[in-house]
C-alpha cells in the first residue's frame, strides 16, 4: 500500500519525562491486548486506612469514584480494588480523565511493619488482558511464592476491563459477533485466506480511525514513574513493559522479573518474525510426552508415530470439518473445521499442562468422527449465544485494545499483499504455525499512532540486575529472545525451564520457585543460563503420581508450599496473549 491510500496518520510526540507523582508506576495506556502500559501514574500504594466495605452488595467497578490518590474498597473476598483517575492526555492535565481499575491482594502486614515489603505490581501480557483478573487468579499462590509481606497488584491497562473510557469499537454486541464470526483464524484455511485478511485488517482501522480514533492514540508501553523504586513481574507482552521500564527509569530498579520474553527491538519495529522460532518444538513436546506415556490417549510407542497419528487426524478435517450437536446442551451446536482445530492446538502450546491432556483426548475422539470435545475445548459459544439488553460494561482482551497497542506502538507498517505474502513465506520457512502468525497483516493499515511512544535503544545499567525467565520450547516467545534481551541489561541472568508452554511462572518447576522467591526477597540471582527441570510429566500414570507424592512428604515445609503453588499454577493460569 503506497502513501496516498492511507489515512494521514496521528502524529506521535516525544514523552515528557517530568509528569510524575510521589509513587511508582508506569502507565497503562494501551488498550489492546494483555497488559499495557500507557501513561498513567499509579500514586501512593501506600496503605492508609481500611478499606470501606458493603458485605450485602455485589462489588460493581463502576459504582467506585474515581480519586486521584488510592481510595480502597474490599472486593471479591480478600482483594481491595481501587479506581485511579489520571490524565487521559499528559499534555493536558487539566483535560479529559481516564479512570484506571487497579487491584491488590494486600500484605498481611501493615504499612508501618517492618515485616511489610510494599507492592508488586504484575502484568500478564496480551496486550489486552485484565491485570485485575490475573492477580485475581494468581494472587494467592504468589503470595505463597514470594510471600504475604507484599502487596500483590493488578491494573485494567487503558482500553481494557473496568479502566475507562473503554475502548468499544462495535456499539452492539451483536455487531461484534457478527464481524469475528468471519474470521478466518487460519490463513491456510481457504486459498485466499491472506487476502481475505489483509482486506479485513483495512476495513478495521479505516472503522478503527473513525469510531475509537480519540481514545486510541492514547494507549502504549509508554511509561511514568516517581521517585520510589518499583517491583515489578511481567509475562509475554508483559516483559516489553519491563524492558521498556528499564530502559526509560533504570535508576528506579528495586525487582524486575521478564517472563516470556519478546525480542524488544522486534516489538517495536513491528516485526513479528523471530517470535515463531520454537512453536514446532513445542508441538513436538505433546508428541515425545505422550509417547513417553501410555496415559496419554494418543499413545504410541514412538514420537514419530504419535505425530503420524496426529497428522492423519489434522489431515482429515481439512477434508471433511464434523458436525456437533452437544448432548448436554440442546443449544450448543456447530462445526469442527480445520480453523478451529489449528486454533486450538495453537493455543493449547502455550499451557501444555493445562491443555494437552484434553486436546489429545479431543483429538483421538475426532479420530472416530466425535467433535464434541473439540468444539468443547475451542470455547465457541455461537449457538448458545443470546443478545442481552444490558452488560457490565468490561471488555477484557478485546481485539481493538490488542491491536491499538500492538500496531500504535510498532513502526508504520505499508506493506502491499505481495509485500506481505513475501513476509509470510519467511514465516513459514521458520514455522509450520505461519497460518497463526498474522500481527503484521494487523498492522499493514493500520492508522491511529499511540501518542506517546517509548523510544530505543531498549538497554540500560539498572539499579538492580534483572531476573528473566523463558522456558526452552516456548511457541511464541523463544529462549533466543530471552538471551538477547539479557545482552542488553548488564548484569541480568536467564533462568531457562527445560519444557514447553509460555510461562515458566505456570510450570511445575520447584527450581523455578526458588530462584523466583530468591529473587524478589532477598535480590538473589542465579548463574545466567542455569536450566530447571519440571517435576511433573504432563501425562502421569497412577505410579508416577504415587512416587511424586511420596518425593513431596519428604520436602521442607518451604518446598511444598512452592511446589503446591507451582503445581497448582500450571493446571489453572495462562499468560495472556493475543493467540489465547
Keep these: 500500500m503506497n502513501s496516498s491510500e492511507t489515512a494521514p496518520l496521528l502524529p506521535s510526540r516525544p514523552r515528557d519525562k517530568h509528569h510524575s507523582k510521589r509513587w511508582v508506576w508506569w502507565t497503562v495506556a494501551g488498550l489492546a491486548a494483555a497488559l499495557v502500559l500507557g501513561s498513567i501514574i499509579l500514586n501512593p500504594f501506600a ?285 450448543r451446536y456447530g462445526l469442527v473445521d480445520y480453523s478451529m482445530v489449528r486454533k486450538v492446538i495453537f493455543t493449547s502450546l502455550n499451557s501444555p499442562y493445562r491443555l494437552f491432556p484434553r486436546l489429545s483426548q479431543a483429538l483421538r475422539d475426532m479420530e472416530v468422527g466425535d467433535g464434541r470435545a473439540m468444539y468443547a475445548l475451542s470455547g465457541r459459544d455461537d449457538s448458545e449465544w443470546r443478545c442481552k439488553c444490558s452488560s457490565d460494561g468490561a471488555l477484557i482482551g478485546s481485539i481493538e485494545a490488542t491491536r491499538a497497542i500492538l500496531c500504535g506502538d510498532g513502526a508504520v507498517v505499508n506493506d502491499t499483499i505481495s509485500e506481505l505474502r513475501e513476509h509470510m513465506q519467511r514465516v513459514h520457512d521458520l514455522t509450520t504455525f505461519a497460518d497463526m502468525m498474522y500481527v503484521r497483516v494487523w498492522c499493514s493499515s493500520w492508522r491511529v499512532r499511540t501518542v506517546e511512544r517509548v523510544q530505543g535503544p531498549y538497554a540500560a545499567n539498572t539499579s538492580h540486575p534483572i531476573l528473566i525467565m523463558n522456558n526452552m520450547y516456548d511457541p511464541v516467545t523463544p529462549l533466543d529472545s530471552a538471551r538477547a534481551v539479557s545482552a542488553n541489561f548488564p548484569g541480568s541472568a536467564v533462568v531457562e525451564v527445560a519444557t514447553a508452554g509460555h510461562g515458566a511462572i505456570i510450570t511445575p518447576s520447584l527450581c523455578m520457585a526458588r530462584h523466583l522467591r530468591a529473587y524478589f526477597r532477598d535480590g538473589v540471582l542465579p548463574i545466567n543460563g542455569t536450566i530447571c527441570a519440571v517435576d511433573k510429566p504432563i501425562f502421569e500414570s497412577s505410579e508416577g503420581t504415587n512416587r511424586r507424592l511420596e518425593a513431596f512428604k519428604a520436602m521442607s515445609v518451604e518446598d511444598r508450599r512452592l511446589w503446591a503453588a507451582t503445581d497448582q499454577l500450571s493446571q489453572t493460569v495462562s499468560l495472556s496473549g493475543m493467540w489465547l
Design 47 to 331: 496503605r492508609s486506612e481500611p478499606p470501606k466495605s458493603d458485605e450485602d452488595a455485589p462489588f460493581n467497578w463502576l459504582n467506585l469514584e474515581p480519586s486521584t490518590d488510592f481510595n480502597w474498597v474490599k472486593c471479591f473476598d480478600e482483594y481491595e480494588c481501587a479506581r485511579l483517575e489520571v490524565p487521559l492526555d499528559w499534555a493536558k492535565p487539566k483535560g479529559d480523565k481516564a479512570a484506571i481499575a487497579v487491584l491488590r491482594l494486600p500484605s498481611k502486614y501493615s504499612a508501618n511493619d517492618t515485616q511489610y515489603r510494599g507492592p508488586i505490581i504484575y502484568n500478564p501480557g496480551g496486550p489486552g488482558g485484565s491485570g485485575n483478573d490475573f492477580v485475581r487468579k494468581i494472587g494467592p499462590f504468589m503470595r505463597d511464592l514470594v510471600g504475604s509481606e507484599y502487596d500483590h497488584v493488578g491494573f485494567d491497562p487503558r482500553g481494557v476491563g473496568f479502566t475507562t473510557p473503554v475502548l468499544n469499537m462495535f456499539p452492539a454486541e451483536t455487531e461484534r459477533r457478527v464481524w469475528e464470526a468471519a474470521e478466518t483464524v487460519s490463513n491456510n484455511a481457504t486459498g485466499d485466506g491472506l487476502g481475505r485478511a489483509y482486506a479485513r485488517a483495512r476495513v478495521f482501522s479505516d472503522l478503527a480511525a473513525r469510531r475509537i480514533g480519540e481514545t486510541a492514540q492514547y494507549l502504549g508501553t509508554a511509561a511514568r514513574t516517581g521517585s520510589e523504586k518499583l517491583k515489578y513481574w511481567g509475562g509475554s507482552y508483559g516483559s516489553i513493559l519491563g524492558a521498556s521500564l528499564a530502559t526509560m527509569f533504570p535508576d528506579r530498579i528495586e525487582r524486575l522479573v521478564i517472563d516470556s520474553v519478546m525480542e524488544t527491538q522486534e516489538y517495536f519495529d513491528t516485526i513479528w518474525l523471530k517470535n515463531v522460532l520454537s512453536s514446532d518444538d513445542a508441538l513436538e513436546w505433546l508428541f515425545i510426552s505422550c509417547a513417553a506415556s501410555s496415559a496419554c490417549p494418543l499413545y504410541e510407542p514412538s514420537a514419530a508415530a504419535v505425530k503420524q497419528r496426529y497428522l492423519r487426524i489434522v489431515d482429515a478435517i481439512h477434508e471433511q470439518p464434523l458436525a456437533v450437536l452437544a448432548d448436554d446442551s440442546p443449544d
